[in-house]
């Protein structure tokens, strides 16, 4: 079946710009999450969406949100763009519910994001 | 989560076994090891989960030492392909299945 799908996969945007970035998960998974990696701060979690609502946040300002669609499909978007928002954006799927699979994340391969 | 730790780096010839270690010396009795691994600026890769019983699939063994305080992933034939940042992750099942808080996980180098 196919993967994790994300969106554009290469970008660059410039200082003050916004930019929003898209995942399409699995088939049948219903729980997107997604991460920024940096060299600096390694891979942080940034926010899952399940059901079109937002279920957990990480500790990222206002400027980064998103949502997800009554497909499932997520989009997150970064306004006011900093150079220190460049970085490797990744997002996840993976099942909701009980059980130790639930913490099986499928990954894409991410969104290079470059701020100049 | 229960803290876990990694070796930064390790070695490994092509077709020997790859042991590498993680260290959970507060996990909780309904926390779950899990291993993840990155190839470089690809997105992580889930390897294998375990609770308290050694587990073992087409990619690695896992096996988790009775006190449940430290596992080790086996990569038995390891390749160069295996050259990774690998990732142990101690986690609660069910629920909300994200924010999983990755480390800095161990770099493996699979050398000729």
């Known amino acids: 079946k196919a993967g994790v799908t994300q969106t554009p996969r290469y970008l660059i945007k410039t200082r003050g710009q916004q930019v929003t970035l898209s995942c399409s998960p699995i088939?049948?998974?219903?729980?997107v999450s997604w991460y920024q990696q940096t060299p600096g701060q390694g891979l942080q979690f940034l926010f899952e969406y399940f059901s079109e609502t937002q279920r957990n946040k990480g500790n990222f300002p206002g400027r980064f949100s998103g949502r997800q669609f009554s497909n499932s499909r997520s989009e997150m978007n970064v306004s006011t763009l900093e150079l220190g928002d460049s970085a490797l954006y990744l997002c996840?799927?993976?099942?909701?519910?009980?059980?130790?699979?639930?913490?099986?994340?499928?990954f894409g391969a991410g969104s290079r994001l470059t701020v100049l | 989560d229960a803290k876990t730790t990694q070796p930064p780096s390790m070695d490994c010839a092509e077709g020997r076994a790859a042991n590498l270690p993680c260290n959970h010396s507060?996990?909780?009795?309904?926390?779950?090891v899990y291993w993840y691994r990155q190839i470089h600026s690809q997105g992580p890769q889930y390897i294998i989960h375990g609770l308290k019983n050694n587990e073992t699939n087409e990619m690695a063994s896992l096996i988790i030492t009775e006190d449940r305080k430290s596992s080790t992933l086996i990569l038995p034939h390891a390749t160069l392909r295996d050259t990774a940042v690998y990732y142990c992750?101690?986690?609660?099942?069910?629920?909300?299945?994200?924010?999983?808080?990755f480390g800095t996980g161990t770099r493996l180098q699979v050398t000729l």
């Open positions: 992750i101690v986690r609660v099942g069910g629920g909300t299945a994200s924010k999983l808080t």
């Open positions: 088939s049948g998974h219903r729980s």
């Open positions: 996840a799927s993976s099942l909701y519910g009980q059980g130790s699979g639930a913490n099986v994340l499928t």
């Open positions: 507060t996990i909780s009795g309904n926390e779950y």
